[in-house]
């Protein structure tokens, strides 16, 4: 069997905006830090320490769209010591280090969904 050459003349033209491109991806990152944000807050639900539900009540999740991070907080003014304080009891539901615990639980979940989020921006 014999080979035979193929000339093939293909001309590929392809214009990348690159600024449109970074825009894009920022939308989405910032889309997916606001769900996964959401999705650590939910999940923290169960370890807020509770006796009238106003510290749960106050969780919020953010987005500082400056810097591209995720803020989850409770603003009670008593959050910080309910979170730190390792010595105190949490009879009715509860625990210690509520927001810590759960982020390090749903690391590879926030990261699923933030990079979820870019890849359907970008097409992929």
Do not use: C
Not at 11 to 34: C, F, Q, S, T, W
Not at 54 to 75: H, K, M, P, T, Y
Not at 90 to 115: C, D, M, N, S, W
């Amino acid at each position: 069997m014999t080979q035979r050459a193929i000339d093939v003349d293909v001309r590929l033209d392809m214009h990348v905006n690159p600024d449109a491109l970074e825009a894009r991806a920022r939308a989405a990152i910032e889309r997916g830090l606001k769900q996964a944000a959401e999705h650590v807050l939910t999940s923290t639900e169960p370890k807020v320490p509770w006796q009238t539900g106003d510290l749960e009540r106050s969780g919020s999740a953010q987005v500082d769209r400056s810097n591209l991070d995720g803020v989850i907080s409770f603003d009670q003014p008593y959050a910080v010591a309910q979170h730190e304080n390792l010595d105190w009891d949490h009879p009715l539901k509860g625990e210690p280090k509520f927001l810590e615990t759960t982020l390090y639980e749903e690391a590879e979940v926030v990261r699923a969904i933030v990079a979820k989020a870019v890849r359907k921006a970008l097409g992929g």
